[in-house]
């Protein structure tokens, strides 16, 4: 089972989000919260396996929100959402350690695919790349 933490500051969105990953049986949404601060609070509460999150939330960003979540918990992944995916705000979202940036206008198609890849890709070793067998 895949526990997920919901953040966005806008009910209707938190909504929607419940509603696409309600389809799946493999996902459960364990809470939600509202701005970034309650989203670090529930994710040390709730010890969510995933943590899906608005980059522009109230109190402390969703980019620093995700920080605070990496440093307290580095094996929760983080996928942050964004009206619109800028390069720079993508590359700063990873570099605070989202495992993935979406358009809230690809939810609808791309918000499970993504939550399975970024949860298979934080289950790799660092070394499974360099990880082939040598060649006799």
Known sequence: MINVL???DYPIMQQLLRDILQ???DICVVGEAQNGEEAVLQSMKLKP???IIDINLPTISGMEATRLIKLQR???????LTAG????TVTAMRDA??????SKGDLLSALYPTIIEAMRSSAKPAFASAS?????
């Open 49 to 51: 396996t995933v943590v």
């Open 85 to 88: 995916v800028p390069d720079q």
């Open 23 to 25: 389809r799946y049986p």
């Open 74 to 80: 580095p094996s929760t992944v983080v996928i942050g």
């Open 132 to 136: 082939a067998s040598p060649k006799h």
């Open 6 to 8: 919901l953040v966005d």
């Open 97 to 102: 350690g989202a495992a993935a940036v979406l």
